[in-house]
């Protein structure tokens, strides 16, 4: 729906601009793609051109497809129809939900880097930089907290120099200043390497005022978007409540004055917004 | 040198162990012990297909090893815990296989040789065939181990790096088939899956990487071949279970020194 991407905020930063002009190639489409897996329906007639430079977010509830869909992208799960587009060779990089290495597989960070392609040291060392965990090189991945254990798979993802960055939950086990960090990291890559990011989050309010487009997934993609049309439509409001709009409005509504403000809630920082918003 | 029987049992204990440490690796890692065990145990249905039905021993251990190994990824995802399945495959193979041999042979053989190894019965065509085995599976490893490693980490990951996790699964299975068609003459049936998991355990405890791992189980594995082979000559006790004693004594020591070092 192209209608729904023309919404230019001046707020946005270079990536979206790729977007905005004429047609481009997509990096990756999904076409009619439907997924069953155990004889359950998991997502069904998905369509979904992703181009470059494009920031998108996929939301919705627990067992939506969200994982799958990603899955899907990588050619993890076999369809039962409908096929993915890529051109051969797309280098993708993907952070999976969960990656547990087993106690018994000795790993340091910088092998880990190098799977599967030997990667030199000095450029171990600058993706380890890029992703804030310059420190950790010579750390077994065992012995890694959540928050530096995601910086690393998110250096590991980087290697590649992809054109395709899949995020499945990324901010999992971070808190909330941790995941936020963890999002300006994710536009600033876009920035630098241009690559396409497609992510799977539950943190609503941060992803969304992130992306560039918004799907919102229940087996099947119910609506897409800019964050704030999606967060108004009936079918997202439908699946969330209004409740995470309040949450979107908080970092979106200088932009945006499209929304109702009847809800109350106690959070300060929107207090705060909201008192701007007022005055 | 390969006429005197001490020198081709060292050369076969010696064969056996530098393929199975290294490949034990991939089973301690991807928490295939059980795996190795069932795989293990159905060598002795391929002893009685070969007996049954005068087939050369090698290739018909192999056979049943795959076969093991295709009933598990079948039976596996089948409501059933992996390792629920694989207790009913190893030891009903197991059973199966002592009762095909007893019904299927003419005369009434001796088991002892399949189920604890003959290594002192090793001729120069075994020796070939060990070596042969130890090469192909050494190979593979070598050839795949970057992909191979990626897909034991995480599928999906070795998936979006462009490499297929099923394939380098059935690469495996299929050096776990070789190694255990041709380690049956040297420690036996029941002792194959020590041969696997005792030394890549041993050197999980002194190492950092996975290549430093892989390489120290397999020092480690030569070790207590040729030192249970030693054990055996001087106390006269059987030496398939003295190579893995040998072995399990390391793994106490590594774990002692690895203990101490953190």
Redesign the interface.
């Given at each position: 729906m192209p209608q729904l991407r023309t919404n230019t905020d001046a707020g946005k930063d270079a990536g979206k601009d790729i977007v905005m002009t004429a047609p481009v190639k997509p990096v990756i489409s999904a076409r009619d793609v439907s997924v069953r897996i155990r004889g359950q329906q998991v997502l069904h007639d998905i369509s979904v051109d992703i181009s470059p430079g494009e920031i998108v977010t996929i939301v919705g509830p627990n067992g939506s497809g969200k994982s799958t869909f990603l899955r899907a992208l990588i050619g993890a799960v076999p369809l039962t129809s409908g096929h993915i587009e890529k051109p051969a060779g797309l280098r993708i990089g993907y952070v999976p939900q969960k990656l547990a290495i087993d106690p018994a597989l000795p790993m340091t960070v910088n092998r880990f880097l190098s799977l599967p392609r030997r990667i030199s040291a000095a450029d171990t060392h600058a993706s380890l930089a890029r992703a804030g965990a310059t420190t950790l090189g010579k750390r077994q991945m065992a012995d890694l907290s959540g928050g530096q254990f995601q910086r690393v798979l998110l250096a590991r993802a980087l290697q590649e120099r992809p054109q395709l960055l899949l995020l499945d939950e990324a901010t999992q086990g971070l808190d909330q200043p941790g995941s936020a960090t963890f999002y300006t990291l994710v536009e600033e890559l876009r920035r630098d390497i241009g690559c396409a990011i497609v992510m799977v989050s539950h943190d609503l309010h941060v992803v969304m005022a992130a992306s560039d487009r918004v799907i919102c997934l229940n087996g099947h993609i119910c609506c897409q978007g800019t964050p704030e049309i999606v967060a108004s439509a009936p079918q997202y409001r439908a699946l969330f409540g209004s409740g995470t709009k309040g949450a979107l409005a908080l970092y979106r509504h200088e932009h945006s004055h499209s929304h109702d403000h009847d809800h109350t809630h106690d959070h300060p920082m929107t207090t705060m917004k909201r008192t701007t918003d007022a005055g | 040198m390969l006429d005197d029987f001490t020198t081709r049992a060292a050369l076969a204990a010696l064969g056996v162990a530098l393929a199975a440490a290294p490949l034990g690796c991939f089973v301690?890692?991807?928490?295939m012990a059980y795996f190795g065990e069932a795989t293990a145990h159905a060598a002795i249905l391929g002893v009685a297909l070969s007996l049954g039905l005068s087939l050369p021993m090698v290739p018909a251990i192999l056979v049943a090893a795959l076969a093991m190994a295709g009933a598990v990824t079948i039976l596996n995802g089948r409501g059933h815990a992996m390792d629920t399945s694989l207790g009913v495959l190893a030891h009903s193979a197991l059973a199966a296989g002592l009762v095909a041999v007893a019904l299927l042979s003419p005369v009434r053989i001796d088991l002892t040789g399949y189920l604890f190894g003959d290594i002192l019965g090793v001729n120069k065509s075994d020796l070939l065939v060990i070596w042969g085995g130890m090469g192909v599976v050494l190979g593979l490893l070598f050839w795949r181990w970057?992909?191979l490693?990626?897909a034991?980490?995480?599928?999906?990951?070795?998936?979006?790096?462009g490499?297929d996790p099923r394939r380098e699964e059935f690469g495996l299975t299929l050096a776990l088939a070789v190694v255990v068609a041709v380690a049956i003459k040297v420690v036996g049936v029941l002792l194959i899956a020590a041969l696997l998991i005792i030394p890549a355990?041993a050197a999980?405890a002194l190492?950092?990487?996975?290549?430093?791992?892989a390489m120290l189980a397999a020092l480690l594995g030569a070790t207590s071949a040729l030192g249970g082979l030693w054990v055996a000559f001087v106390l006269d006790t059987p030496t398939g279970p003295s190579i893995v004693c040998v072995a399990a004594v390391l793994f106490v020591l590594t774990t002692v020194i690895g203990g101490l070092r953190r």
């Amino acid at each position: 729906m192209p209608q729904l991407r023309t919404n230019t905020d001046a707020g946005k930063d270079a990536g979206k601009d790729i977007v905005m002009t004429a047609p481009v190639k997509p990096v990756i489409s999904a076409r009619d793609v439907s997924v069953r897996i155990r004889g359950q329906q998991v997502l069904h007639d998905i369509s979904v051109d992703i181009s470059p430079g494009e920031i998108v977010t996929i939301v919705g509830p627990n067992g939506s497809g969200k994982s799958t869909f990603l899955r899907a992208l990588i050619g993890a799960v076999p369809l039962t129809s409908g096929h993915i587009e890529k051109p051969a060779g797309l280098r993708i990089g993907y952070v999976p939900q969960k990656l547990a290495i087993d106690p018994a597989l000795p790993m340091t960070v910088n092998r880990f880097l190098s799977l599967p392609r030997r990667i030199s040291a000095a450029d171990t060392h600058a993706s380890l930089a890029r992703a804030g965990a310059t420190t950790l090189g010579k750390r077994q991945m065992a012995d890694l907290s959540g928050g530096q254990f995601q910086r690393v798979l998110l250096a590991r993802a980087l290697q590649e120099r992809p054109q395709l960055l899949l995020l499945d939950e990324a901010t999992q086990g971070l808190d909330q200043p941790g995941s936020a960090t963890f999002y300006t990291l994710v536009e600033e890559l876009r920035r630098d390497i241009g690559c396409a990011i497609v992510m799977v989050s539950h943190d609503l309010h941060v992803v969304m005022a992130a992306s560039d487009r918004v799907i919102c997934l229940n087996g099947h993609i119910c609506c897409q978007g800019t964050p704030e049309i999606v967060a108004s439509a009936p079918q997202y409001r439908a699946l969330f409540g209004s409740g995470t709009k309040g949450a979107l409005a908080l970092y979106r509504h200088e932009h945006s004055h499209s929304h109702d403000h009847d809800h109350t809630h106690d959070h300060p920082m929107t207090t705060m917004k909201r008192t701007t918003d007022a005055g | 040198m390969l006429d005197d029987f001490t020198t081709r049992a060292a050369l076969a204990a010696l064969g056996v162990a530098l393929a199975a440490a290294p490949l034990g690796c991939f089973v301690v890692w991807r928490r295939m012990a059980y795996f190795g065990e069932a795989t293990a145990h159905a060598a002795i249905l391929g002893v009685a297909l070969s007996l049954g039905l005068s087939l050369p021993m090698v290739p018909a251990i192999l056979v049943a090893a795959l076969a093991m190994a295709g009933a598990v990824t079948i039976l596996n995802g089948r409501g059933h815990a992996m390792d629920t399945s694989l207790g009913v495959l190893a030891h009903s193979a197991l059973a199966a296989g002592l009762v095909a041999v007893a019904l299927l042979s003419p005369v009434r053989i001796d088991l002892t040789g399949y189920l604890f190894g003959d290594i002192l019965g090793v001729n120069k065509s075994d020796l070939l065939v060990i070596w042969g085995g130890m090469g192909v599976v050494l190979g593979l490893l070598f050839w795949r181990w970057s992909a191979l490693l990626t897909a034991t980490l995480n599928p999906d990951l070795a998936r979006a790096s462009g490499i297929d996790p099923r394939r380098e699964e059935f690469g495996l299975t299929l050096a776990l088939a070789v190694v255990v068609a041709v380690a049956i003459k040297v420690v036996g049936v029941l002792l194959i899956a020590a041969l696997l998991i005792i030394p890549a355990a041993a050197a999980r405890a002194l190492t950092h990487t996975p290549e430093a791992m892989a390489m120290l189980a397999a020092l480690l594995g030569a070790t207590s071949a040729l030192g249970g082979l030693w054990v055996a000559f001087v106390l006269d006790t059987p030496t398939g279970p003295s190579i893995v004693c040998v072995a399990a004594v390391l793994f106490v020591l590594t774990t002692v020194i690895g203990g101490l070092r953190r």
